[in-house]
């Protein structure tokens, strides 16, 4: 599809942190998406998340942008902020779904805007800060129990085997 000389587009962006996991419970409502950027990576580092990179770029004035969270397009308050600047400093406006909020260049710079942007922000980045303290410390407890071992280690075998097949690759 050529979109070179288009009309205002509705993009829709997903993310998920692994490769196993998928997206499929994202934007499900949401039925007039024009063209789907999706990253399957941690969202720590912006810099590794290509599809958020690809999106920026591609995006127009005029263009709205629907994100299932504000989770999926910043882990943490900095970058959440910086991008929702980035992209509505282009004339495009977001929109979250869970949070039904939505940033544009018209609104945010609003004190209001801003204010629901750091509040809510800030609470996405505690949650996941709490997620991980609960998690270490269960980590912990199973330790003293005796019943965290760690990640299973792998086998000499499937290592040789790796080894080869990157080997014939090159």
Do not use: W
């Not at 050529?2 to 205002?8: A, G, Q």
């Not at 690809?54 to 999926?72: A, L």
């Not at 609470?123 to 980590?139: K, N, T």
């Not at 129990?145 to 014939?168: A, C, E, I, M, P």
């Amino acid at each position: 599809i050529s979109y070179r000389h288009r009309l205002n587009m509705n993009i829709g962006y997903k993310r998920v942190s692994t490769l196993t996991q998928n997206t499929c419970r994202q934007l499900v409502d949401i039925d007039n998406l024009d063209k789907i950027f999706e990253d399957k990576s941690s969202g720590k580092n912006i810099d590794d998340r290509i599809q958020l990179k690809e999106m920026i770029d591609f995006v127009r004035q005029g263009d709205t942008i629907y994100i299932h969270s504000m989770d999926r397009l910043g882990r943490n308050l900095e970058d959440l902020l910086s991008l929702v600047k980035q992209i509505t400093n282009k004339g495009v406006t977001i929109k979250f779904i869970k949070e039904n909020i939505t940033f544009s260049s018209q609104n945010d710079h609003s004190p209001i805007n801003k204010l629901l942007l750091g509040i809510m922000g800030s609470i996405s980045q505690f949650e996941r800060e709490l997620i991980l303290e609960r998690q270490r410390e269960g980590i912990e407890q199973a330790k003293l129990r005796g019943v965290y071992k760690g990640r299973k280690r792998v086998s000499k075998h499937k290592l040789d085997q790796v080894s080869n097949l990157v080997q014939n690759t090159h």
